[in-house]
């Protein structure tokens, strides 16, 4: 069952590239793009929906943690397997991107030292995410 499961992954993600690539293609977009967009969107889905079902319980370092662990995984775990595995290239808009990633982390620490993250700094955290992916389309 393990031996199946894993196959569907690596197909799914097989699937996913390809897909991504032919968007790009199609739209006349970059792959960078897509993968800010499209794909980030698509796997994030499940930490969304983890994220609210936890906070609507109560359960809030559950919900905080499910997205900073998420994050922290994608960033330092895969990036590091993938790039040991085979060397990736990072080109200018993926620096750009990290940039914005560490002030937004900066700004996400400043909202959580009041204990709270609300309605006001969570649609400020969506409106930030939404300039950042019009600035993505943009350059």
């Given at each position: 069952?393990?031996?199946?499961?894993?196959?569907?992954?690596?197909?799914?993600?097989q699937?996913?590239?390809n897909?991504?690539?032919?968007?790009?293609?199609?739209?006349?977009?970059?792959?960078?793009?897509?993968?800010?967009?499209?794909?980030?969107?698509?796997?994030?889905?499940?930490?969304?929906?983890?994220?609210?079902?936890?906070?609507?319980?109560g359960?809030?370092?559950?919900?905080?943690?499910?997205?900073?662990?998420?994050?922290?995984?994608?960033?330092?775990?895969?990036?590091?397997v993938?790039?040991?595995?085979?060397?990736?290239?990072v080109?200018?808009?993926?620096?750009t991107?990290l940039?914005?990633?560490?002030?937004v982390?900066?700004?996400t620490?400043?909202?959580?030292?009041?204990?709270?993250?609300?309605?006001?700094?969570?649609?400020?955290?969506?409106?930030?995410?939404?300039?950042?992916?019009?600035f993505?389309?943009?350059?």
């Amino acid at each position: 069952l393990i031996l199946i499961g894993l196959v569907c992954i690596i197909a799914g993600g097989q699937f996913v590239v390809n897909s991504a690539k032919a968007i790009a293609a199609a739209f006349g977009m970059s792959e960078t793009l897509i993968g800010l967009t499209i794909v980030a969107i698509g796997t994030s889905l499940p930490e969304l929906v983890t994220s609210i079902v936890a906070s609507r319980k109560g359960e809030n370092g559950l919900a905080v943690g499910n997205v900073v662990g998420s994050n922290l995984f994608n960033l330092l775990f895969i990036l590091g397997v993938s790039g040991t595995i085979h060397p990736i290239t990072v080109n200018l808009a993926s620096v750009t991107d990290l940039a914005v990633l560490v002030v937004v982390s900066i700004i996400t620490m400043i909202f959580a030292r009041t204990k709270n993250i609300g309605r006001i700094e969570g649609a400020v955290m969506v409106l930030i995410y939404a300039a950042d992916v019009v600035f993505a389309i943009l350059r």
